[in-house]
Structures are given as structure tokens and as C-alpha cells.
């Protein structure tokens, strides 16, 4: 690894560019500013697009007639780093630890990104140009559902034509195993808040007199799956697409041991989920109902003899071929309604949502990926879906008619959204040749 490319990454992993928090919007905007000076430097013309939201980088190289046009998406935003004192060092002061560099951002989605970034500035610099047209989009809310990319696909619809998107945000199956993604799940979130008395109360002076918020979201929360698992919302299941055989049968084969590494990489003690399917069925191919944060209550020190006027809760259903978004919100809202208990009463707000996606991995563009995955790992390709959202990875088909190549370099182990993320710079330096190779294979025309 040279040490530049090393400099860059960590430049790139100390800006805290958390989206969610408005408190760091200005340092996605310095982050931003940097991608745009880094992609400058390396011989592309990058500039920053405003949004109503955090600015979108939008970086090309000179197009020329004749050839393809490839489109590389990635994202600067990263998740909060929270719980901080989980963490070994500081989440924004990257460290390298016997080949992985820890950081927020690291693998989701800094590292990958900087594989783009770096392939490309390799074949600039060795050609002077790439083979294929580049558009380079990088943006800065992804982790927060994506909101204003749509509108900047459309505003630059004619300028982003495009014959193949290509996201390195997905997963690998276990180290040393390239991976191409054809799926991934997509997601739709909701937060119910349930208030009984108007202020909190004595609860020696009035428990027993009137309903418990927090007792009342547990129990209306506790509806929303059966003892097995499985989501118990009506209709909830109807638009699923059945798992083909086929499919089946390729998970059974692939060279991991899911439960068990599953188990080890959680520390949960017991695996638990939807009967009836393995382990990877249920994280690639079936819908859940998550409950993401609850709160209500005393939550301090020692004892509060309350009863808390609110209780609320943070829900996200992830969602498979074919369910719609907007349909399951509607589903769920019906049943809390449904089951709301008595004595309070209950506010649902809908929050973001992004639909899954479903690809042929053995398209012209498919088997491109697979050839360039096999060239920079030198290993068999494994195919998967994934269980996570790229919201706007479907939009990318919907609005720029494109299908979307999943390139991911995302370790099991690589704590994406977890205390200790990190990303191993062997990654970092098979993501560079992949990419080499990907611009390769697409600009003489596929396989
Ligand atoms: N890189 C992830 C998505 C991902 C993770 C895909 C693992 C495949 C495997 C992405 O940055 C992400 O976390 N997306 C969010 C989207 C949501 C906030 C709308 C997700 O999946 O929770
Ligand atoms: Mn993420």
C-alpha cells in the first residue's frame, strides 16, 4: 500500500460527517470540499452540487463518443458513532491495528469509496485517461434515506446517462471470497408514540387509576411479531415472492457456515428468527418488523415512582420482491390502531423508505463484474443478496434506466454502524484492482 493512498484515507476518515446530526453539517460540507480537491487532483473535473440537504459530489472525467458510460455511487455520510465508550480508540482518529484501519466510516462507506477514487487515479495516471465515460457521484445522505439524490437524478437526467451503475456498499462472504450482489432488501420506517396523562404522575397517588404509556407500548409492540418470529401483521406477507429453488439450493453451497458465524460475530446466545427458513433466507429473502429504539419513563440513576405521560418507539420493516413501502406503513398503522390499548392515545409518523432491488448477475454487465471480482481476488465468485438498503439504488433504474452492479469489499466482521468499524487495507488494495479491472472490462465492451 503506498503511503499516499494510506494519507488519503485517513484524511478522508477524520472528517465526522455524520448526517443525521445537524450539528456536523458543516463538516460533511468540508468533507465534500475535500472529495472535490482530491477528485480535481487526480486529473477528473469534480465539482459540489447543493441540495436542500448535505451536497452531493459529482466528479467526471472528458467523455468521448463510442464509449460506455459507467456511473460509481458511493456515500460520505457515515452513522453517529455512538455508544463512544465502546469504542478501543477514537472514532474519528483512524488507527491501523494488524491490517485494519478503525474508524467510523471505514468500511461504510469511506473505504470502498477510496477504492473507486484510487483504481481510477491508478489508470489515469498509468493511461492518462480511462476506457470507459465516468460519472463519480458521492453523496452525503445516504444514511439517512437518500432524500435529495432523486432529485438531483432527475434534475441531471439527460447529463447522467449512463450505461451501468456500479456501488461498492454491499458485503463479501467471508474475507478472500469476491462477491457480487443481485439484491438487497429495502426498508420503510415509522415511530409510534403512545401518551396517557398529560404530564408524568405519582404513580403511589395515581397507579391503578389510569394506563401506563410504557406498559401499553410494550404490549401494542409485542403484537407486532407471533412467538416465532414471524411478523404478525395482516397482510403483511402477501406480496412476498416465494424463494425459488434454485436460489435456495445456490445459498445452501456457498462456502460459509452462516449460523455459526453469525453466532460468533454477534455473541448472541442463540440464533432466533422466522421458522421454516435458514439463516441467510431470512437475512436475504424474507421481510422483518424491527423495533430500533424505545423510550419512556425514569431513566436515570436509582428509583422514580412514575408514570410517564409518553413512550415511544423507532420501527423499520425491511422489505422483499415484491412489497411496497407505502403498502406495509399502511399495514402496520392499521394494525397499531388495530391494537392499540386502552386508556391512551397514539401518534404514528412515517419516516423514510427505500424499495428493494432485484438484478440478473449473468447480464453482459454481470458477468463483467464477476470477471474483474476474479481477477483482483483471484477466487471464485460468490453470488448473494443482501439483507441491508441502498435506497436509491432502485432509482437509479427507475429515473437513469440503469441496472446497478453490487461490488461490495464489506468484511462479516467489519462493524458497519457498530463501535470499532473498520476496513483491512488488503481490502483497500484488491478494491483499487477491482476497480481497475471493472473500467477495463465495461470500456472493451464486456466478456
Ligand atoms: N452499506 C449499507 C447497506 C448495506 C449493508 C448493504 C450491508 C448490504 C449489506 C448502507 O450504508 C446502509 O446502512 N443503509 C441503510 C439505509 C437506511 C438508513 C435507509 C440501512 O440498510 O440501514
Ligand atoms: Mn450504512
Redesign the pocket.
Known amino acids: 500500500m503506498r503511503d499516499s493512498h494510506l494519507q488519503d484515507f485517513y484524511t478522508f476518515l477524520r472528517f465526522p460527517s455524520i448526517s443525521t446530526d445537524d450539528a456536523y453539517s458543516e463538516k460533511l460540507g468540508e468533507c465534500a470540499h475535500w472529495l472535490v480537491e482530491k477528485l480535481n487532483g487526480i486529473g477528473l473535473e469534480a465539482q459540489r452540487v447543493s441540495t436542500p440537504g448535505h451536497p452531493v459530489v459529482w466528479a467526471k472525467n472528458k467523455h468521448q463518443p463510442g464509449r460506455k458510460t459507467v456511473m460509481l455511487y458511493g ?1 460520505y455520510d457515515v ?1 453517529p458513532p455512538d455508544p463512544l465508550e465502546l469504542w478501543d480508540s477514537p472514532p474519528f482518529e483512524p488507527v491501523l491495528k494488524n491490517g485494519y484501519v478503525y474508524a467510523r466510516g471505514a ?3 469511506k473505504g ?1 469509496i477510496l477504492a473507486h477514487i484510487l483504481g481510477i487515479q491508478e489508470v489515469m495516471a498509468e493511461h492518462g485517461d480511462l476506457p470507459v465515460n465516468l460519472h463519480l457521484i458521492i453523496e452525503g445522505e ?5 432524500n435529495n439524490l432523486p432529485g438531483f437524478l432527475k434534475e441531471h437526467r439527460a447529463a447522467l446517462k449512463c450505461d451501468v451503475a456500479i456501488v461498492s ?3 463479501m462472504i467471508a474475507r478472500g471470497v469476491p462477491t457480487l ?1 443481485y439484491g ?2 429495502g ?1 420503510t ?1 415509522c415511530e409510534v408514540k403512545v401518551t396517557g396523562a398529560k404530564m408524568d404522575l405519582h404513580s403511589g397517588v395515581f397507579g391503578g387509576a389510569v394506563a401506563n404509556s410504557v406498559t401499553a407500548l410494550a404490549r401494542l409492540l409485542a403484537t407486532l411479531h407471533d412467538e416465532n418470529g414471524r411478523v404478525a401483521i395482516d397482510g403483511f406477507y402477501d406480496d412476498v415472492k416465494p424463494l425459488e429453488e434454485w436460489e435456495r439450493e445456490a445459498w445452501r453451497k456457498l462456502p460459509i457456515d452462516g449460523d455459526k458465524e453469525i453466532l460468533a460475530e454477534t455473541g448472541a446466545p442463540a440464533l432466533f428468527g422466522e421458522k421454516g427458513f435458514s439463516t441467510l433466507e431470512r437475512l436475504w429473502a424474507r421481510p422483518t418488523a424491527e423495533i430500533n429504539g424505545i423510550g419512556g419513563g425514569y431513566q436515570g440513576k436509582g428509583t422514580k415512582t412514575v408514570i410517564a405521560s409518553h413512550a415511544m418507539a423507532k420501527l ?1 420493516f ?1 422489505l422483499v420482491p415484491n412489497q411496497d413501502g407505502d403498502a406495509i406503513l399502511k399495514l402496520a398503522r392499521k394494525h397499531l390502531e388495530k391494537h392499540r390499548p386502552p386508556g391512551v392515545t397514539m401518534e404514528i409518523t412515517d419516516g ?3 424499495p428493494w432491488y432485484l438484478t440478473d448477475p449473468h447480464s453482459t454487465f454481470g458477468r463483467a463484474a464477476q470477471h474483474a471480482l476474479k481477477e483482483a481476488f483471484k477466487a471464485e465468485v460468490a453470488l448473494i443478496r ?6 436509491i439504488v432502485s432509482q437509479f433504474r427507475d429515473i437513469l434506466g440503469v441496472e446497478t452492479l ?1 461490488l ?1 469489499l ?1 468484511l462479516p466482521n467489519c462493524r ?2 457498530s463501535p470499532n468499524e473498520n476496513f483491512p487495507l488488503e481490502n483497500l488494495e484488491a478494491g483499487i484492482k477491482m476497480n481497475k479491472a471493472i473500467l477495463q472490462e465495461v470500456g472493451a465492451g464486456g466478456p
Open positions: 456515500h452513522q468500511t461504510d462507506n470502498q445516504e444514511e439517512i434515506g437518500s456498499d454491499t458485503g450482489s438487497l432488501r426498508v420506517a423499520t425491511r423514510h423508505s427505500g443482501e439483507g441491508g438498503s441502498i435506497p453490487l461490495g464489506a458497519a454502524h
